[in-house]
Structure formats: C-alpha cells, structure tokens
C-alpha cells in the first residue's frame, strides 16, 4: 500500500516500451503538436476514460473533466478549456458525456451535505427543479437517477450553446455540440439526439447579436 503509486511509474515504463515496439515514431508524432477533432466535457469519476471507451488515441480528443460533467457559466477552468478548443484548436465537434450511476447526480436528487461540493452540485439541483414534475412521476428511484442524468447531459448540452464562444463558431458553420451518456453496466455509449449546431436551437433570450 506504501508504495503503490510506483505501479503507475512501472506501468508507464511498459506502455511507453510497448508503443515504441508498435510504432518507433509514435512519440516523434506526438511532439509535433496536436490537431485534435474533439473536445470531450466529461464527468472526473474513474471510470469514464474519454479515449478508453471510445478506442481513440492520445491526440484524438481534448480532455475536460470535473464532477458530473458540468457547464458552468462562472467557471474559468472550463471556458478557458472551451475557447482554446474552439478558437485555436478548432475542434468541429463538442461532446459532453455523462454517465448513469454518477455520484454527483444522486448526490444532487439527496438532501445529503456534501460540504464544499454542495456548491457544485447545486447546478444539478436545479435541473431537478426545472423538470420536477417528470422526474417524481418516476416511482423507480434508479429509473429516475438514470433520467436526471440525462437530463442533466441536455441542460449542460444548452449551457454549452449559452456561450459566446460556441454561437461564434456556430455562426461560422464549424462545430456541433453532441450529448451522449456512457453506461458502465454494458460499456456503451448512448447519443442522446440532443445535438445543436446552431443558434436557432436555443431558446431566443440566450441568442447574441453576433
Ligand atoms: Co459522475
């Protein structure tokens, strides 16, 4: 237990022998930079790795993660993450992915202090409010975890197009925003169908005059 952190240096060791083994210039590609496609807004937990599960490799997706993939309009870490994505990077498509079972979700449908992260989770309490009436018409209280996360993919699907930055790129027909929820039970990937692309899928009020 003492030591086990050097499994992960250990590990490295092999993985990085293996690739070299593969591909002699598979890090020589890797220095030349990065032209990723995607930029992927995850949730932290452990066990949703971005390229893992989706059989891509390093360089494919730009990574952002935090508890139950959130889209915060006041969080610097996630539009500085968005605007290099979008303005430099030039990704075409944004996917945010949830995941059922997530921790933060049933944390936010609970009365239950979770201290400092009670601010965080906040957010998803009031996507619960906001479709109230549907998710307590659920009696099944998995069923219902299983819909606020979906729930919560579409709203932070609509956060992502509240920006500035994502309507500049819409309007220059260059990116899709896509949500999907991952399943750990059977591996797989759902999309959602809630892909926007441009302005007009928004509710008005959240339209700029760009
Ligand atoms: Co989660």
Redesign the pocket.
Known sequence: MKNSYNRLLEGNKKWSEQKLKEDPDYFKGLTLGQSPEYLWIG???SR?PANEITGTKSGEIFVHRN???MVVHTDMNLLSVLYYAVEVLHVKHIILC??YG????IAAMSNKDNGFVNNWLRNIKEVYEKNKAELEAISDIKQRENRLVELNVIAQVKNLGKTRIVQRAWKRGELQVHGWVYGFNNGLITDLNVMMDEIDDLEPIFRYDL
């Open positions: 949730c932290s937990d949703v508890i139950a993939n949830g995941h997530c921790g933060g979700v």
